[in-house]
Every structure is written in structure tokens, then in C-alpha cells.
């Protein structure tokens, strides 16, 4: 009990820091909820995204809840990390390279009995980072746009194994967090009145998500598995804050005149209902094949009654793993994993009847720590997003992943005083 409640007490404390980073330096996380986290362990980011199916007793898998009960008994499954991401964006004129770095997830998984597994943790859901400079040559006044903010979520799921290799899992998520949107006309003539738009949007709400988990074992050796998850249709309550005014610079300082617009508005967030399923393949400890699809239905998205015009996404993603010999003594590099994968994904982004695709190669390792049940995963993540066509922005990146495992034991009652 003592450690659920210390880590009730971490996570409270990662929750204040995770929602004040700027995980992104993106123009497009200026639409919907920003840019979505998809991908945010690198263990599952080395297999392009891929682990609808993927169960393990010594991994935790938040994205299917369902895989809970793959926990052994008395076993308590703890992770964390970070990553860092170099963005390269264009357009047919100029280029700029910008760096971002964020904490990743924090989660931990234990078994509860032989048939029921649970896992709680905290993770980022979506990111808003941007500045944005244009021209209006006729009013000569400069335009300028900026955003920052983000979303996590902490949830709490469980699964139950009904029958030998078939399990159900029910995921609770809770979103919290702000989004903030701010523009600026500044005008060359000092005799004209400048003027600035501040809007923040805060949401809190709940939301749940379905897990289905099903294993087959083909021989000793071979297992093949298929994974499926749906979420709910969710309103998620939030609170938009509107303020406009004019202004005038004193020094380096904006010093405001008058208030044209203040205040607050009550509502909702309708966010869309996604389905996903996946298989895995595995072959021993040796070989591992991943493979995902899903849909999300982000043209029902809105905001406050306002819709972005986003367009329904799709996402295709698979990878492998290979470990050469899992009980090696004498040759440490044949215990680590080696892991390869890629995606393809229509982006909800949709610009004149342009849907923006995302294209992205991975890769990774799982490193086990020697004499100890800790491991290491690293990932690299290699992409485009968008193109440089109809005034569009296209983005090239590389993201890197790191975190840090341990495979604990505890409820183990004591032989000896």
C-alpha cells in the first residue's frame, strides 16, 4: 500500500511539470488538440508504433489494457523516460530546425491475482507549440501567432482472463490540462493601435477505453496473438477564457489601453472514437512481428461547437524484434533486443482537400542491465510529415527515445523474523 501511495504522490508531481512543457515547436499542433503523443514508449516506437497484440510478462502495454494479465505473480512492473525530437520545417523559400525535449510516461503494472492484472500511469496525450510571422502589406502591420500548452492523461486499468488465453481490459483515462492561442497586429504606423487576442482553453474529463486480447499458441515454441481497442464516444468538459484588447508598447513592454472582449466560455470537447486491431507473432525468445491498424473518426471532432475541418485518420504500422540467444552467459550483445519498424498514417490534418501523410522508419534495443531485472529501451525515430506544395509546410524529424524498466517483486510474505 505504502508504494501506491508514494507513487499516487509522484505522479501528482510529474502532472504540475508535464503540463507545462512545449513538446512541440509545430505550426500544425495550431489545429485541434495539437499534436498527438502516439508513440511515447520507445519500445513500442522502435516497432513504428505497433502494440495493440504485443503482451509480455515483464512489459507493460497501456495501449491495450487487455494485456494486463500477462503480469507474473508478485511481480510489480515500473517505467519511465523521456525523449528528444530535431524538427527540420520548410516551405519553398525558407527552412528552420528547432529541438524539443519531454518526459514520456510514467507507469507501473501488477498482477492482483491469477486472473485480473492492473496498470496505473501517467502519460502525454497531445502538444501546442508554435510561432507563426506573416505580412498584411496592405494595413503594413505584422501578424503574429503563438501557442503553447498540452494535454496528459493519468488512467487506471485492469483485465480479467475468463477462459485459458482470451482477456478483457477496461482502461479509465482522465485529461487534464491547457491549450493557449495567442495573436498579435502590430501596425508600422505608432499612431494606429495595436492589438492582441489571448485564448486558453482548460479541459478535465474522463474518457474509457476497451481492450481485447486473444492468444493462440501454434506449437511449444510459436504464439500468435490478435489485439483490438476502441474508446468511447466522450465529451470532455472545458472552459475557454477570451481576451482582446489593444495596446501600445512602452519599451520592450506591452502596456494595454482598452478591452474589447473578456470572457469566459462552458463546454464541450467531443473526442473521437478511434478502433484499432493488431497481431503478433512470436517465435521463441527469438523473433517478434508486430503489426497494427487503425481508424479515428477525427471529422466528428469539436470544440465549443467549432470544428477545424479535420478529416478521419488511418494508421498502418508494423516492426520485428530479434534477441540472438536470450540465456547467454558469456556474450552480453546476444541478451539485447534488436528492433526494426515503420509506419504510414493519413493525418487528421486537411488543408483544400490536401490530407497531410506522415511516413516515418524506426529502430531500437533493449538493453538488459547485467545481475539485475532492470532494462534500458532506446528508439530512433526517422519521418516526414506534410509537403512543400500550396503554401504547405513539410516537416522532417528525428526522435529519439530512452527509458528506464524495472522488473520488481513484491506481496511476498516473509520465511524468517
Known amino acids: 500500500m505504502n508504494k501506491i501511495f508514494s507513487l499516487v504522490v509522484i505522479i501528482s508531481g510529474l502532472a504540475l511539470q508535464t503540463s507545462a512543457q512545449i513538446a512541440t515547436s509545430s505550426p500544425y499542433s495550431r489545429f485541434g488538440l495539437g499534436d498527438l503523443h502516439e508513440n511515447v514508449l520507445p519500445e513500442f516506437s522502435a516497432f513504428g508504433g505497433a502494440s495493440t497484440a504485443f503482451n509480455n510478462s515483464s512489459t507493460v502495454n497501456p495501449n491495450n489494457p487487455a494485456s494486463f494479465t500477462s503480469f507474473k505473480p508478485n511481480s510489480f512492473l515500473f517505467s519511465t523516460g523521456g525523449w528528444h525530437k530535431t524538427t527540420r520545417m520548410q516551405n519553398k523559400t525558407e527552412e528552420h530546425t528547432v529541438n524539443n525535449n519531454a518526459f514520456s510516461h510514467l507507469i507501473v503494472g501488477f498482477p492482483l491475482s491469477e486472473k485480473w492484472g492492473a496498470s496505473m500511469g501517467m502519460l502525454p496525450y497531445s502538444s501546442v507549440g508554435y510561432e507563426i510571422n506573416a505580412r498584411d502589406e496592405d494595413y503594413n ?32 483515462s482522465y485529461l487534464f490540462g491547457g491549450l493557449n492561442r495567442r495573436k498579435q497586429l502590430i501596425f508600422d504606423d505608432e499612431s494606429f493601435m ?41 465529451k470532455i468538459r472545458s472552459k475557454r477564457t477570451e481576451l482582446v484588447e ?26 473521437p472514437k478511434y478502433v484499432c486491431g493488431g497481431l503478433t507473432y512470436r517465435n521463441g525468445k527469438k ?23 479535420l478529416a478521419n485518420s488511418t494508421r498502418i504500422s508494423g516492426g520485428m524484434q530479434f534477441t540472438p540467444d536470450f540465456n547467454s552467459i558469456t556474450k552480453y550483445y546476444k541478451r539485447m533486443d534488436y528492433r526494426l519498424g515503420g509506419s504510414y498514417s493519413n493525418t487528421p490534418l486537411l488543408f483544400d482537400g490536401n490530407q497531410l501523410q506522415e511516413m516515418s522508419v524506426s529502430f531500437g534495443f533493449g538493453i538488459p542491465v547485467k545481475k539485475s531485472r532492470t532494462k534500458y529501451d532506446f ?15 513539410k516537416e522532417q524529424f528525428v526522435r529519439l527515445g530512452l527509458s528506464v524498466s524495472y522488473d520488481g517483486i513484491w506481496f511476498v510474505k516473509r520465511k524468517y523474523d
Open 246 to 271: 489593444s495596446f501600445e508598447y512602452s519599451g520592450f513592454f506591452e502596456t494595454p489601453k482598452d478591452t474589447f472582449v473578456n470572457k469566459i466560455e462552458w463546454g464541450d470537447v467531443n473526442l
Open 194 to 234: 495595436n492589438s492582441r487576442a489571448n485564448s486558453t482553453i482548460n479541459l478535465k474529463g474522463y474518457y474509457y477505453e476497451l481492450g481485447l486480447l486473444y492468444k493462440h499458441n501454434i506449437s511449444e515454441e510459436k504464439q500468435i496473438s490478435f489485439g483490438f481497442t476502441t474508446n468511447n464516444d466522450s
Open 141 to 172: 502591420a505584422d501578424m503574429n501567432y503563438f501557442g503553447d500548452g498540452g494535454i496528459s492523461k493519468i488512467y487506471f486499468g485492469g483485465a480479467y482472463e475468463p477462459i485459458e488465453n482470451f482477456s478483457i481490459g477496461l482502461k479509465a
Open 287 to 309: 523473433w517478434l512481428f508486430v503489426a497494427d491498424y487503425s481508424i479515428q473518426n477525427w471529422s466528428d471532432y469539436s470544440l465549443l461547437d467549432e470544428s477545424d475541418d
Open 379 to 393: 528508439s530512433c525515430t526517422i519521418g516526414k510529415r506534410g509537403i512543400t506544395d500550396d503554401n504547405l509546410i
